[in-house]
């Protein structure tokens, strides 16, 4: 019985520490919140822990074959569980500042994990779906925290609604998928296409609805107008949750679903993702000249990267899967970074969410302006940062599998990218800092933030073991 | 220890971070003098007793090179770039020199600096420049030798323009990297050649596949003169050595360590190491040697007229390279290493020496503003003396062992020695005898010139100044005892000597002597007795005299025929055609418009939900109606 949970252990440790935290924080005063700040810390790491400890080599199924625990989710979960803790460093003091510090943000936060994690060991249709609702609520009630703001109640419609659509298409494919094979498993679903059994054209038009659905939640163009109007809306601490530990589950989401039970349509899946990569790859960056709050700046890098990601995944091999999941980790590592320092800058009242905010950085502080240096050459892709090892891997694997003139567009629109980024750069080092309030953190913040920034330059000249790690949980998942 | 060879490298990287980080601004000044003293000259100690330790392995293992992997850095398609460290007899030499001569001129700077405000700063630079140096002579691939090569070239870049206030100072780090750049050029195209004809950048295997039974499909000649290119410009050579007597604006000890004892000879140690190439290159040796005499001659020519100390130094290692280049040339490998080796040591004590003298005077360089001082500074007096006669060659000091062996394979060698080739580096020699008395004289004797109230606050350095000094002159003393040629024969044979002048050995030898003793007794009946001599023959040959002390207008004709043409044609075909009307025109107007697009895209952008969805669905409509047409 223990052996048959051992899979699902880090979840059901979650789940029991997010109950208890919901009861504890009914009992605490306000000057104890940090209790449960820091059992939910232990958890995470608890989490984590479990995680590597029971990580085998061969993928393990349970629940009849509903979840899988291979390698690929385990480091995928590890992953997660790493973005969330540093995300909750990150935002404590911001949170607290503007009155949002309370145990719902934490237990809302973990119960987000559990649908990530969800997601990532999801083997069955079922699974998938289920972590995916469970992701997308906890997130839009976290949009809506900050009920005094006006903006942030918007945002939070928006995304509510739109999030609502994307599920109904993702459901609607599903439900054609199943139409067509008869089968939620995504292991049978994929060996029914491979013999040639399902009904083709209710297949190919799931797949449509599918793909859709996988691009709404990834944010990729033409679905991607709630990106720039959440991530602006949102209490920054949420928006940076939302842009980083959920894209690593909706890749893994994309992986399971595309690259597992589509697998047999990849000719037609791949010309969809070539249009949804080349269109955000080029919209993402060029809208994202004209914008002048760096929220919005970096939700239209986001929508940019996640076209990039696509164009590693479109090729459809072992290279190009590990260069699509390389990726996805060097962004979220990015970009816990950059809303890091966005963070850190702001304080009660202010939100440092302008660019012109970041006017002459480095002279009230040369170290985060550094930082935030590396931030922003490591998405431009400028070596030897991690956005520059990533940019080369995924353009690499979009070169092998043929696509150069993929490749070509691929390296203008960075180019593009490359002038708004380096402009943040050159508004911190060649202006005048206008404000000169001290910046002040927690001293646990400010050296996770600079290890944060530092790893950007360490993996970038460093990449090799970490794209090992990619490629051994991918080829030890079945993906060959 | 599987990984002492990358440690070595590492150490000093450890001393910039934390000097750079923890005691200047950046870091917000959080540590004081002592511990940023500590750290800077402890870990490049640190390295050198590593460095022996290293020495002793590779005996105990028979002289087998040790490697070091440290890792991969990138696998891309199905070659593998590592960055692998490689120890045999060679780099050993070269990183012994290194961590040596560099710790020793680490502690002397903890006394030269102590009253400059940017204190960290500059010790955080000079362990830079001790990483990419490491990097250079320890890495095994020509792309680690190249970060290095660039490295050290940023480092005194730095160095140089260290009192960046001054903007004549700032030009010369700005001159310095630019012509070195030039030379680059060659070495970058030298590499590039390679890697496509050998298939590897490891220099091991580039020597392996050059001595293999099949040559690879590449003029060795070819590569040899483009990877000359880059060592002219790093190591000082016509045409590129312009910049080397303006570094001397950087700190003395800077000139010390990297503009005579380590950097500048990266491009000896480039032509021994790649042995194998030159050695099937008879036309790039030729050219070799012909421009390392060609350099030796000229410079020394300079040196016997300039009057700023640190420029008669600064000339007589542009000559003493150019001599390191003859062996090369001629294919005695491991006597130009035994040259860079005993030159580091004399070469070292004679600008640390003059530093103390700068020092002394509060910053007067100027010789014909200095006399009698040998009695003032006694200790700085004996070791640069003792430097003066190891760099004239006065037996049995270091110079004349290593010169004289580069005097006989100039002559003997069978790999391109001739007569001539003998003749102008003897003169050069000569020469360089002549000038390093007359600058001792003019320094240290005679009657003071000095004004007065310079000459009230001379004083002698301190210890770790003048101790250092005294390691120095030691090593300058008794240097020549290192049979270096015979250590590194193994892996960079001797050249085969021309039987029929093999009987004139002695007669060379005796000959060198006598040439060391001549320059001597010129320059003391020159300058002896108030330097009146000298003057009655500075009169004798005032266009001569003018010549070499315009150092034969090579900056102005550089100017004149090089730079300016060059500023015209970038300032109006490459700027205002090219550049502005051009590059400008389409790149503002290419920005111009994506500003535009990228208004009016987050115009779509309204904020209205319905329109969203809309478009999202149109989206879909639009992937059905594809799919649709495709089944």
Redesign the interface.
Known sequence: MTHALLPVLPEAVLLAAACTVLLLDLFLPPSRRHWSFWLTQATLLACAAITVATAELQPLHAFGGLVVDDMLSDFLKLLSCVAVSTMLFYSRGYLAVRGLFRGEVLVLTMLALLGMMVMISAASFLTLYLGLELLALCLYSMVAMHRTSNAASEAAMKYFVLGALASGMLLYGMSMVYGATGSLDIHRIARVIHAGQGNGTVLLFGLVFVVSGIAFKLGAVPYHMWVPDVYHGAPTAVTLLIGTAPKLAAFALTLRLLGVALAGLEFDWQGMLIVLSLLSMVLGNVTAIAQTNIKRMLAYSTIANMGFMLLGFLAANLAGYSAAMFYVVAYVLTSLASFGVVMLLAREGFEADRIEDFRGLNQRSPWWAFIMLLVMFSLAGVPPTLGFYAKFAVIEAAVGAGFIWLAVAAVLASLVGAFYYLRVVKVMYFEDAVDTTPIVARGDNRALLSANGLALLLFGILPQPLMGLCVVALAQSGFL | MKHALTLIVLLPLVGFLLNGFLAT????NRVGKGFVTALACGLPIAAFLLTVACLVRLQEAGYQPLVDTA??????GGRSFEIAFYFDRLTAVMTLIVTGVGSLIHVYSAGYMKEDESYARYFAYLNLFLFFMLLLVLGRSLLVLFVGWEGVGLASYLLIGFWFEDPEKAAAGKKAFIVNRIGDAGFLLGMFLLYQTVGTLDMDRINAAFNGATLPAVSASLVGILLFIGATGKSAQIPLYVWLPDAMAGPTPVSALIHAATMVTAGVYLVARLSGIYLHAPEASALVAGIGAATAFFAATIALVQTDIKKVLAYSTVSQLGLMFVALGVGAYGVAIFHVTTHAFFKACLFLGAGSVIHALSGEQDILKMGGLARKIPVTFVTFAIATAAIAGIPPLAGFFSKDEILWFSFASARGGSTFLWLVASAASLMTSFYMFRLLWLTFFGASRMSHEVEHHVHESPLSMTGVLAVLALLSAVGGFLALPHFLEPMLPLPAVVPALHHHERTLIGIAIALAFTGLAAAVFLYGGGARRAAALRGRFPLAHGLLLGKYFVDEAYDFLVSRPLLWLSDRVFLRLGDRVLLDGTLNGL?AW??R???S??RI?T?N?Q???F??L???VA??V??WA??
Do not use: K
């Open positions: 601004r950046f870091g917000g890792y991969t850095w990138a696998l891309i920005a994506a500003q697009t990228a208004g895209l987050s952008q904020g939900l329109l969203y969805a478009l999202a149109a989206g879909v992937a059905l594809w799919t495709h089944v």
